[in-house]
């Protein structure tokens, strides 16, 4: 299940399209929208169709010869922290760059189609997302002048950056246009699909325990599922009274109660404490309340915390997650075409047989997510998804890439589908490559803006990499 969580940024933009008439000495603010024209299939399969990509830009550093840092928000719109506040905008004041960042097509205001239908998100393939920020970067180099609105150097070098699934297109630009992209920073990026992703929960799992209250969430979850799994209805309701959750299906209130119990596993941990520990297992430390009693607890204060309306969590434990709509701007719906077509990445319960601890009910499963593929984007889409093939094609492809710097947290929920795995590092070294695992860290943290609550750790990759960047990138 991907859920997103958006920090919420309140901004005023204007929507301009950028030409040398409207290039001036001063740069516009970096919420200021941009666009370029883009193939809806790059590889002539819309009849020469166009549509607009979005992209801001922040010229506050730049000086002539300087690079330009492009990224992209990946599954969420483009905002302007992304170039004003992040670690790559101290590298860009540091070395004089300028920041793009883009969105991907068929998110935010990015639609090559009008709609989300199946037929539709046809287009949305990796090669045409990678197209897409090629064919930016390209003219960035040619014609400067027709994408920024200050003058800049043409042929400036360009550093991708990315976290989480942005981090893949960040590595995957290095690796397909190496003309084009000088160097990677991919954070997280999780580049490893896995059909049956229940790494995802022994991951939250080693989080929880070093936090030491594992156990008993995940007792706690057991006692739960028995109640999931019993068919009685007296119980289920009870149980969705106590948590505080709608009268959905028993599958629907597994959903939804694994997205409520991991919503911390993403957030920062920082030297001001960690979120996961005060909304999760601050509620289990109490033992004078039983397991469930403690999860319970711990879920209405996260629907509270996050301000989740009985509605808002009717749509998040769906089993659809929103994809019956095919108005644009639903990112679940477009997130599991990704999963259902590319990578997999299927959160699961771990298999009962195994004797793992799982931290979400058994009906969790590949049937729960599986099913709504065909049913919700057509015959043609198979099941399951040929999760090999893409290891073998974009997985491969980054093998010997140089100018790469991987990094993974080792509380990162998502590890065992990054390069930096509980079980090693799964890439060999190239030239002017690295990959760095971050002690205590949770998920795409390096790419926050710098903080004196940062963890030293985090500090110390941030210094890796941009020691990579200038003294060998750049140099």
């Keep these: 299940m991907h859920i997103t969580f958006a920090f919420l940024f309140a901004t005023t933009a204007a929507v301009i399209s950028c030409n040398a008439a409207i290039c001036a000495s001063a740069p516009p603010a970096s919420s200021t929208q941009y666009w370029i024209t883009q193939p809806v299939d790059h590889f002539g399969g819309a009849g020469g169709a166009t549509w607009q990509q979005q992209y801001l830009v922040n010229a506050t550093?730049?000086?002539?010869?300087?690079?330009?840092?492009?990224?992209?928000?990946?599954e969420s719109p483009v905002n302007?922290?992304?170039?004003?506040?992040?670690?790559?905008?101290?590298?860009?004041?540091?070395?004089?760059?300028?920041l793009v960042t883009m969105e991907h097509r068929y998110f935010g205001a990015s639609n090559p189609m009008p709609d989300l239908s199946g037929a539709?998100?046809?287009?949305?393939?990796?090669?045409?997302?990678l197209a897409d920020f090629a064919a930016f970067i390209r003219v960035a180099k040619r014609t400067p002048s027709s994408v920024f609105p200050i003058p800049v150097v043409a042929n400036a070098r360009v550093i991708f950056g990315g976290g989480s699934y942005s981090g893949n297109v960040a590595a995957w630009m290095r690796a397909k246009y190496p003309d084009l992209v000088l160097g990677a920073w991919a954070s997280s990026a999780i580049v490893y699909g896995r059909l049956q992703n229940y790494q995802f929960d022994l991951s939250f799992g080693r989080h929880l325990a070093q936090l030491g209250c594992a156990q008993r969430v995940s007792q706690a979850v057991s006692e739960v599922d028995a109640i999931l799994l019993s068919n009685n209805s007296t119980q289920l309701a009870s149980m969705q009274a106590k948590f505080g959750i709608p009268a959905l299906s028993a599958s629907d209130s597994a959903g939804l109660l694994a997205a409520l119990i991991t919503i911390y596993s993403m957030t920062p941990v920082t030297t001001a404490g960690d979120y996961l520990g005060s909304g999760v297992c601050s509620f289990f430390g109490n033992t004078t309340i039983t397991a469930t009693d403690a999860y319970a607890a711990a879920v209405r204060s996260t629907i509270q915390q996050a301000g989740?309306?009985?509605q808002a969590l009717i749509q998040i434990g769906d089993s659809s997650l929103g994809i019956d709509n095919y108005a644009l701007g639903q990112v679940n719906r477009v997130w599991y075409y990704m999963s259902c077509t590319w990578f997999g990445n299927w959160q699961i319960a771990p298999p009962r047989d195994s004797r793992l601890k799982g931290y979400r009910s058994q009906l969790v499963n590949m049937a729960y997510f599986q099913t709504n593929c065909p049913k919700k984007f057509g015959s043609g889409v198979p099941v399951p998804v040929d999760v090999a093939a893409y290891n073998r094609k974009w997985f491969s492809n980054l093998y010997g890439v140089s100018n790469v710097f991987y990094?993974?947290?080792?509380?990162?929920?998502?590890r065992d589908t990054t390069i930096t795995t509980s079980y090693g590092t799964i890439l060999p070294p190239a030239r002017g490559s690295l990959a760095v695992l971050i002690d205590g860290a949770t998920h795409a943290q390096d790419l926050g803006a710098d903080s004196p609550s940062d963890l030293a750790s985090v500090r110390r990759a941030r210094s890796l990499g941009d020691a990579l960047v200038i003294n060998q990138w750049l140099a």
């Design 61 to 74: 550093f730049y000086r002539p010869g300087g690079p330009i840092y492009v990224s992209t928000p990946g």
């Design 80 to 98: 302007a922290r992304y170039i004003d506040k992040s670690h790559f905008t101290s590298l860009a004041q540091r070395t004089n760059g300028l």
């Design 120 to 129: 539709s998100l046809r287009f949305l393939t990796i090669e045409n997302a």
């Design 308 to 310: 989740l309306t009985q």
């Design 407 to 414: 990094t993974g947290g080792s509380l990162d929920i998502w």
